[in-house]
């Protein structure tokens, strides 16, 4: 398959190795700016697009129907991932076979992994995910680290939640950083974004969900409440900013405000150990 530019005089593509076409050169190629520009926020949102790197992002990309729209890849990826092209292909993705060069302007790592692709946004929305009735739901309120967020939307999808909220003012899970951080995760389960907190705890709770906000200064204690048995029932977990956790105005709006135990000497949890411990509760009591 050739690109989208075609040969050109000034060998933008060349003869290459990956069976389906040319090899695309340049990084100043217009289909190559398109993607690298797709780091940034606003180019996501105008285009519904966004970048997933490696062979484990793509090949869960390619899994989910009409998502991956483009894969660039080098030979060597090539030879090593033939099953990650042969998904790509069959869910109907452009192949682009590429130079090291021009994936690596694709790439956020310090050591690119040869393969690149651009997916359409995921669109889930919350009217979807609480009509499924779910059991264990994630919400981030106001997380600003990308980092962070893919590594909680990872754990929500180990830990067997039905879905991640991100509220408003949090970073986009669309994120580069976020989408390697999530390790294939974020196209596992749903992942809303946008809402209003107030208005979300409401949605939540009318679906049946016991609301609980962890924070380092909860009056209750996470083994308290799996020793009782209540983390049981259908729940929301709310975790708030990675620096200043959760504002006593968002505390104020869950059932129950939860603690994590520390037994040892450390001050607190990060927010993604926290976040994996609270949800792992909950899936060991629901189950």
Known sequence: MTSMDGPRADSSVRSGPVRGGTELTSTRSPRVTAARRLVKRAFRDRDGRFLAEGPQACREAAGRPGVLLELYVTADAAAR??????????AGADVVPASGEVVASLSGTVTPQGMVGVCGLLGSSLPDLLATSPRLVTVLAHARDPGNVGTVIRSSDAAGA??????????????????????????HLPVVTGPEVGALVADLRRAGLRVLAADGA?????????DEGSLSVPTAWVFGNEA????????????????????????????????????????????
Not at 254 to 282: F, K, M, Q, W
């Open 162 to 187: 039905d879905g991640v909220v991100i509220t408003e003012a949090s970073v986009d899970p669309y994120n580069p950083k976020a989408v390697r951080a999530s390790a294939g995760s974020l196209f």
């Open 244 to 287: 200043w956790g959760l504002p006593a105005e968002t505390r104020a709006l869950a059932d129950e405000v939860v603690r994590v135990p520390i037994h040892g000497r450390a001050e607190s949890l990060n927010l993604a150990t926290a976040a994996a411990v609270c949800l792992y509760a909950s899936a060991r009591a629901q189950r």
């Open 218 to 226: 909860g009056e209750r204690d996470l083994d308290d409440l799996l």
């Open 81 to 90: 991932h033939a099953d990650v092209l042969a998904a790509a292909r069959a």
